[in-house]
């Protein structure tokens, strides 16, 4: 992995870090003013070697939660069918209202087409009734030219 631009420190300096600290007996502060790093990334650097974590940097991508049942996408969708709207299915159900969004795009588009099912979701999260985004639907729509 690359080190970043503005990273203080890299692997070796890490790894040599931990070295210093664990094999040659320096202090926590001598070993990290050395390396060029604060008292408090070089604790944290010891502490990531000593549960075996590799000295190179993690990954900064989100990692991604637990993936929403089955069971609760069904509900979703069935609560969706009775035309209850994704803050009420979210509450109800107890996920977020984006999670509920998101699981409802593909039921909306199987039955209004694309453009309407993007409006309606549009509409349901920010509590609009879906009639005021019929002028966007409608250009949606259109095809250019």
Same mark, same amino acid.
């Given at each position: $992995? +690359?080190?970043?631009?503005?990273? #203080?420190?890299?692997?070796? @300096? #890490?790894?040599?870090?931990?070295?210093?600290v664990s094999e040659q007996g320096?202090? *926590?502060?001598?070993?990290?003013?050395?390396?060029? $790093? @604060? +008292?408090?990334?070089?604790?944290? %650097?010891?502490?990531?070697?000593?549960?075996?974590?590799?000295? !190179?940097?993690?990954?900064s991508r989100p990692s991604s939660?637990?993936?929403? @049942?089955? @069971? !609760?996408?069904?509900?979703? *969708?069935?609560?969706?069918?009775? %035309?209850? !709207? *994704?803050?009420?299915?979210?509450?109800?159900?107890?996920?977020?209202?984006? !999670?509920?969004?998101?699981?409802?795009?593909?039921?909306?588009?199987?039955?209004?087409?694309?453009?309407?099912?993007?409006?309606?979701?549009?509409?349901?999260?920010?509590?609009?009734?879906?009639?005021?985004?019929?002028?966007?639907?409608?250009?949606?729509?259109?095809?250019?030219?």
């Amino acid at each position: $992995m +690359d080190v970043h631009k503005n990273a #203080r420190s890299c692997p070796l @300096s #890490r790894e040599l870090l931990f070295k210093r600290v664990s094999e040659q007996g320096w202090s *926590v502060r001598a070993a990290s003013e050395a390396a060029g $790093m @604060s +008292d408090r990334r070089g604790r944290a %650097w010891l502490r990531r070697a000593e549960e075996g974590e590799p000295f !190179t940097d993690r990954s900064s991508r989100p990692s991604s939660g637990v993936a929403t @049942s089955i @069971s !609760t996408r069904l509900r979703i *969708v069935q609560l969706r069918r009775q %035309w209850l !709207t *994704v803050r009420q299915i979210a509450k109800a159900v107890g996920v977020g209202a984006s !999670t509920a969004a998101r699981i409802c795009l593909p039921f909306l588009a199987q039955l209004f087409g694309q453009a309407q099912a993007l409006a309606l979701a549009v509409s349901s999260l920010l509590q609009l009734p879906s009639s005021s985004l019929r002028s966007f639907v409608q250009c949606a729509n259109q095809s250019p030219g």
